[in-house]
């Protein structure tokens, strides 16, 4: 591919981030990148963390947003929250799952369609929350930083109250196909900022006035 003609680091990542280019290209038959840029283009534009194993359901719940879709396109629908904590043990030594709730976000959620689990949407989220909540499931999270999911270089998004670096795309089962999360998340994500859901950047905060005068700046 031509862009791999020019040698410059920075501009070669840009390019083969524009162009989507994926580690199976870079590790395929034929490819003609030098293997000591492929290895640096492996490293570089590909930060996304992936969780996948057996996870406890914590709770099924049907928020309010949701409750309304539900009532308007006649289903039922409820948030499924999951989480990667260890399990406890019976040796009170073993504080594995006391750090694992310590070392960052290890829950999330997926939206399951609960309708015919009951006659109305009060005793499906019942039959659901009994069937489900305790119990253990495999699930798969890849982890995207925002750099990777837009051609801007932005790297951060809020939704007027909280940043986030990176967005979580969760799936029930195990899943390998990394391209078409990726694929997924970009058109996400682009949805959400031309739908004004995110913005790009830091959230701005008032600043105190300083010697009589007010300002606005991006954090």
Known sequence: MKIFYNLNINYVCKKAKQQRITPLYLLSEGNTLPVILAVHLLF?????KKKQGKATVTMVEIPEALSDFNESNNVTRARLV????????DDDDDITSVLAARSGNQTYSVII???DMGENEKACLKAAKAAFEGKQATFTV?????????????????????EYS?????????????????TRMRRRLNNDIENGNLEYGAIVHDEKPKNGNSSRRMR
């Open 82 to 89: 999951f989480s990667f904590s260890s399990p406890t043990t």
């Open 44 to 48: 570089t534009l590909y930060k996304m």
């Open 113 to 115: 369609d609960i309708t």
């Open 166 to 182: 990176s967005l979580s795309d969760p799936y029930i089962g195990a899943n390998t196909d990394e391209e078409s999360s990726l």
């Open 142 to 162: 890849f982890n995207w930083d925002v750099s990777e999911l837009n051609d801007d270089g932005e790297t951060v998004v809020n939704n007027g109250s909280r």
